[in-house]
Structure formats: C-alpha cells, structure tokens
C-alpha cells in the first residue's frame, strides 16, 4: 500500500475508488429531505440564538445524542467475519442436524472474537481469555455455538458467574482493577486452578485471532435419525497453527496498537488470506458417562483425548470483512439457546445458566426483536411464530396470521418429528456444592506432561507477576492451592513472591512452601 499503510488503514481511499466516477449522493436527513446548509446552524442573526425549527440540526443531534448501545458486559471488545462451515467427514451416525447432513455441504457462517473482562476501548493483547462465538446460518434456524479458546473455565456452577466477572472486572469505589479482588476469588474457588494455569501460560495472550482454536467447552448432546443420543464436546483448531504473543511484545502493542486483534484479522482477509479452523467432535455414550471418574459435565474438566478421540467433521472458513462494524459485529448476538434439531444442550451446569442469561441480555442491549437484526435473522429459515409486537419490529409483524395458539385457521403447527429427546433423571432436589470435585488431578497433568520446563518458568512467573499485587493472605492462600496441585508449582511461585514482597518492602515475607520439593517422586521429577 501507499506509504506503508495497510488494506486497514487505506478503507476510506478504497470505498472512494470503488464508487469510481459516481457524483457524490445528496445529503438528507434521516428521513431522505434533502439538506442544502450542514455547516451551520439556522440563528436569528450572525450573533443570535439557534430556532427550533433548524431540523437540520436537532434530527444530527438527537440521533447522535442515542449512537450508542449498551455494551457488553462481558466480551465488550472484539472482531467478527463471515465465511462458510464445510462438512468433510460423515457424522450423521451421531447427529441429525442438517448442517452436518452431507460432505461437501457448505452453511453461511459469522464468527465473533473477543477479549472477554475488559471495556470496549481495551488492548486486544491483555492476558484474558477469548471469546470464540460462532454462528452457523443452517435451513433449520441459526446454530450458535458461543465458546472461548480455552475447552475449560473458572468455575462449573452458573450461580458464581455475576460474582466471577464482578471480581476480574473494576473495583466499585476506585474504578481500577483490583488484584485483591481477582486473587481473593480465584483463591476461595480452587476449581479455577485449571483455568487459572492455562491462562497464565504462554496460551494466555494469543497473537491475534487467527492463530488460536477455539471450543464449545460445555458438553452437549447429539441426537441421530434414529433418536439416538450421546454426548459430545466441540472443538475448532486453527490451521494457522498455535502463535502466542510474549508478555513484552503484548505490552508493546497495547501501547501502540491496542486495536492489533481486529487489525490483523481484517487486512488477512482483505488480502485474501482467508483464515481457516478444522471443526471436530469428541462423543461419549451416555453409559460412559455414567461410569466416567468424574462428572462430564465440569466445565473445569476436559475429556481426555486419548480415552475420547477428536473425530474430523468439517472446516470453517472466513473470507468475508464486515460491510459495517456496528451493523454486523456490534449487533451480533449469540445464544447457546438456539440449536437446531439433533443438539441438545446437557445438564452442564455454566451451560444451562447461559440458555437464560445469553438471550436476556440480548433483550436488554438490542430490543426484544433482536433477532431480526439482518446478522441475527435466521434468513436460512422461515420463522412463524406467535410472537408479535414490540420495540423495532421491522417486519411485516407476520402480517394477518393467528397470534394466539391453538387456533382454527391454519396458524403454524408445531412437528412433534423434531421434539428433543427423551431423558430420565431423579434426585433430590436441593442446592448441590460442587466445590470439591477434584480441582486439582488434570491441573497436575498439565503442570508435568503438558507443559514443557521453560514453559513452567514463564507461568510460575506470569503468576507471581500478578498475584505480588495482592495483600499477603490471598497470596498464602494462592500459594496453598497451586502447592496442592503439585509441590513444585506452589514452591516456584512462593519463591519469586518472596523476592518481589522483599524488593516492596512488605512486612511478613512468606516463605512456606519452598522446601516441598523432596517430596517429589522420581517419575515426577524425571516429567519436569
């Protein structure tokens, strides 16, 4: 590009050229009247005031006094493009869904990226998690499966959620984040270890969006022709391969590029560089299930691949930048409610409280008609329903049919063929803790098989990086549950809180854990 700048940087210069020798278009206001003067305001004189009737400027103004819409209150910042989802390998044995139901079968998709705690206006190179939401435009109504790159999460109970994002979010008297707040709950919430390391580790801070995977995380439930259900996990590897961004050059960007995400994913597409995510399924019967060591539905747990193998589905292909950032990113609303016939969701804790809190949301920042926003239409589809009325209707409100059910005059008909499929449970029903499942066995696998020594020294470093911000009791509390995970991690971390307490001056300096070593077996030690 001229002087240097990127697809990105020249989009004025190129919406200008595509018009060609197009004249400029006559400006209105918003309801089409043309406007002969929009440099200045209509006054009683050169010096006097403004009139009311200047509608010029009152239809500018109170449609910019109202630009804005409720951001998000958690995945505020983030990117989005469109593409295609293509089948190439045979799952119709597992799933009835349409979307899957022959190789070669191409689904409009649209996919949004994202930071997940900070503002709108924050670095797209912080350590966070990222979203990875996708939407797939099938004939039987929109597919969204609205996961992260990461296949786990800090907590398995929906209940902690609002206290969970309150906690990585801004302190309510200061307004500034707060690592006594983060520290505090991570620390009283052990299940977060497994998270809590993978996002320490160098995963933590992802070069962009192009070069991280993606996953469904929960556990859902797939149901064939034959109405046979199992379930199942999603997962979405980029076939860019794995790229992580080290915590100087994040810091560097965040300062001079703190839009880097989104500018890399949009020049890659708009060279034709077509980013790409090969989509996979793990499936588990649901007589596995019952006699699986832990509970498959712990959203802080993974299923170990070497017992239930990725099986290759399809790939996901995006080759489209949005037309518009509001119109088609900021817009864009998912919801794991909306699954089409042959997914279900499971009893999944952290996914049945988002089958509520995703759509309401959704109501709140976007209308009760959200879903006829053009991204959200499930276009693919005809819907006929009985819902009618309300804010922004911008259809036809499905004209004259029946809005009530049952009725005598062909309103639609419900089609007992795509009921969901039949489960049985019992129990007691009470407020069940799951604080104690097993939080730390796969967060040890991790330590020892998965990452590597060099690894281990950056997150031990990661960690005490930020948790020194924190007063000295959450930090022995901390220490305590990474010790329990495995003495060396505990012992590392402890190791460097005490030179950095010691350099700060903090009175009390811990030093606990850092003999705890020796009690390490020598297969562990021959792992590390």
Not at 249 to 275: C, K, M
Not at 312 to 326: D, M
């Amino acid at each position: 590009m001229a002087d240097g700048r990127d697809v990105a940087a020249e989009q004025l210069k190129q919406w200008q050229s595509q018009r060609g020798s197009q004249r400029p278009d006559v400006l209105t206001t918003g309801a089409g009247n043309p406007i002969g003067d929009k440099l200045n305001l209509m006054t009683v004189g050169p010096r006097g005031p403004l009139l009311v009737q200047d509608v010029v400027f009152t239809d500018e103004m109170a449609h910019f006094d109202r630009e804005r819409i409720p951001e998000r209150v958690v995945h505020a910042k983030g990117a989005g493009a469109f593409g295609y989802f293509e089948v190439t390998h045979d799952i119709t044995k597992y799933c009835k869904a349409k979307v899957f139901e022959h190789i070669g079968k191409r689904t409009p998709i649209a996919i949004r990226f994202s930071t997940v705690a900070g503002e709108s206006g924050s670095a797209d190179t912080v350590r966070d998690p990222r979203g990875f939401a996708m939407k797939f435009y099938t004939e039987e109504g929109n597919w969204d499966l609205v996961g992260n790159n990461t296949p786990i999460f800090f907590i398995r109970d929906a209940m902690l959620f609002p206290s969970f994002i309150h906690s990585q979010k801004r302190n309510p008297q200061t307004h500034l984040k707060d690592a006594d707040m983060v520290w505090d709950f991570w620390s009283l919430r052990p299940e977060s270890l497994h998270q809590v390391s993978f996002l320490f580790s160098d995963r933590g801070i992802p070069d962009g969006y192009r070069h991280m995977n993606g996953y469904g995380s929960h556990t859902f439930k797939l149901i064939n022709a034959s109405g046979k259900a199992v379930y199942c996990k999603f997962h979405v590897k980029t076939d860019q391969g794995i790229k992580n961004l080290s915590v100087e050059e994040a810091g560097r960007l965040a300062s001079t590029d703190p839009d880097y995400g989104i500018r890399d994913l949009y020049n890659a597409i708009a060279h034709g560089n077509y980013p790409s995510w090969s989509f996979y399924i793990q499936v588990m019967t649901f007589e596995e299930a019952e006699k699986f060591p832990f509970n498959p539905f712990d959203l802080t747990k993974i299923w170990p691949h070497g017992d239930y193998p990725l099986i290759p589905v399809g790939k996901l292909v995006l080759n489209r930048n949005p037309v518009n950032y509001f119109a088609e990113v900021e817009q864009m609303a998912y919801d794991p409610n909306n699954m089409p016939p042959g997914i279900e969701p499971s009893p999944d804790k952290m996914l049945q409280g988002r089958l509520f809190a995703y759509a309401d949301t959704h109501r709140h920042r976007l209308g009760p008609n959200y879903l006829q926003i053009p991204v959200n239409c499930p276009f693919r589809a005809r819907v006929a329903n009985y819902q009618r009325d309300g804010p922004m209707c911008v259809t036809d409100n499905q004209g004259g049919a029946p809005n009530y059910y049952p009725n005598s005059f062909t309103g639609p008909e419900d089609l007992p063929v795509v009921k969901e499929s039949r489960m049985c449970i019992s129990g007691d029903v009470q407020r069940f803790n799951s604080a104690n499942e097993d939080n730390v066995s796969q967060v040890r696998d991790f330590y020892i098989k998965v990452l590597k020594e060099d690894e281990r020294q950056r997150l031990c470093k990661n960690i005490a990086d930020h948790l020194k911000d924190a007063q000295l009791f959450i930090q022995k509390r901390a220490v305590k549950n990474f010790t329990d995970v495995h003495p060396d991690y505990g012992a590392r971390i402890q190791s460097l809180l005490d030179k950095y307490n010691a350099e700060s001056g903090k009175k009390d300096v811990i030093k606990t854990y850092t003999q705890a070593t020796s009690r390490m077996s020598a297969k562990e030690r021959s792992n590390l």
